[in-house]
């Protein structure tokens, strides 16, 4: 397993752009899919992006594509989430995941085997 910790968040005005980090520890990064979870209070954790892997491309939910975009870094062992024209509904916990799913099963969280700690990202009106 790899071991996992996130950085970046913080509080931004709506429109505004963070960028969040993911920092792995471990072996064999590039052998892991690593993708993107957000969680809001009283809500359950939701797929947001997953980065290239094993061939497939970056994938997105339908509420961040065109303004997210997530990148990894294997020699660097880090993924990236660059979050763009914010707005009050991305408010949540965000939370990176490292797993070895079949490409079908990307975007369910339970698959994953490692997670960060997560990064609260509050969007202020």
């Known amino acids: 397993q790899v071991q996992l910790s996130e950085s970046g968040g913080g509080l931004v005005q709506a429109g505004g752009s963070l960028r969040l980090s993911c920092a792995a520890s471990g072996q064999a990064f590039s052998d892991y899919a690593m993708t993107w979870f957000r969680q809001s209070p009283g809500k359950e954790r939701e797929f947001v992006a997953t980065s290239k892997w094993r061939g497939r491309p970056p994938y997105y939910a339908d509420s961040v594509r065109g303004r997210f975009t997530v990148s990894r870094d294997n020699a660097e062992k880090t993924v990236y989430l660059q979050m763009n024209s914010l707005n009050s509904e991305d408010t949540a916990v965000y939370y990176c995941?490292?797993?070895?799913?079949?490409?079908?099963?990307?975007?369910?969280?339970?698959?994953?085997?490692?997670w960060g700690q997560g990064t609260q990202v509050t969007v202020s009106s």
């Open positions: 995941a490292a797993g070895r799913p079949v490409l079908s099963a990307l975007r369910t969280a339970s698959v994953y085997t490692s």
